[in-house]
């Protein structure tokens, strides 16, 4: 196992829950897009605090599946704000799974940057608080 995929987690813990069976794909494991979306939700709590207010997703970046996840598994989403922008910012998503039945613990299993932009009530870009 790499060293990469052992290594602490860096960041805030934003999100966790639990891989259920309804969450799978063919092979019987985890549906990425399910594990894109958990990802989605972790980076706009972190998003929430760092616009203090509404934002929404803008893009998606460089989301790699490093590793299978199993049902059952507890899924941990660790999340830091890479950059901040006039109205953006950048938010690091680092995914971890931990399975006591098959001896998993802190195994990083995905990872992507996810884009937030700041808006206002009419869903316009507004300029990032202080
Ligand atoms: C997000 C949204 C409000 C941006 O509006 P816009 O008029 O395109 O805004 P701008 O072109 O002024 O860009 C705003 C910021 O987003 C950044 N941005 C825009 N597209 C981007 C992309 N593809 N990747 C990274 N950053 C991007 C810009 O660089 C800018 O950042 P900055 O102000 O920090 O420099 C608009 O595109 C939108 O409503 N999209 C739908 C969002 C949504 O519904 N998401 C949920 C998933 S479906």
Same mark, same amino acid.
């Given at each position: 196992m790499s060293e990469e995929t052992t290594s602490e987690p860096l960041g805030e813990l934003a999100l966790q829950t639990l891989a259920m069976p #309804? &969450? +799978?794909n063919a092979n019987g494991d985890i549906f990425g897009g399910w594990l894109v979306s958990q990802m989605d939700l972790a980076a706009g709590i972190i998003s929430k605090k760092a616009t203090k207010g509404r934002s929404t997703t803008v893009a998606i970046q460089n989301? +790699?599946?490093?590793r299978p996840v199993s049902v059952g598994s507890t899924v941990s989403c660790y999340c830091y704000v890479v950059k901040r922008g006039r109205t953006s910012v950048h938010i690091a998503v680092d995914v971890r799974t931990s399975h006591q039945l098959n001896q998993i &613990?802190?195994? #990083?299993v995905a990872e992507g940057l996810f884009v937030f932009v700041a808006i206002d009530d009419e869903g316009k870009p507004r300029p990032l608080p202080d």
């Amino acid at each position: 196992m790499s060293e990469e995929t052992t290594s602490e987690p860096l960041g805030e813990l934003a999100l966790q829950t639990l891989a259920m069976p #309804k &969450d +799978t794909n063919a092979n019987g494991d985890i549906f990425g897009g399910w594990l894109v979306s958990q990802m989605d939700l972790a980076a706009g709590i972190i998003s929430k605090k760092a616009t203090k207010g509404r934002s929404t997703t803008v893009a998606i970046q460089n989301v +790699t599946f490093l590793r299978p996840v199993s049902v059952g598994s507890t899924v941990s989403c660790y999340c830091y704000v890479v950059k901040r922008g006039r109205t953006s910012v950048h938010i690091a998503v680092d995914v971890r799974t931990s399975h006591q039945l098959n001896q998993i &613990d802190n195994l #990083k299993v995905a990872e992507g940057l996810f884009v937030f932009v700041a808006i206002d009530d009419e869903g316009k870009p507004r300029p990032l608080p202080d």
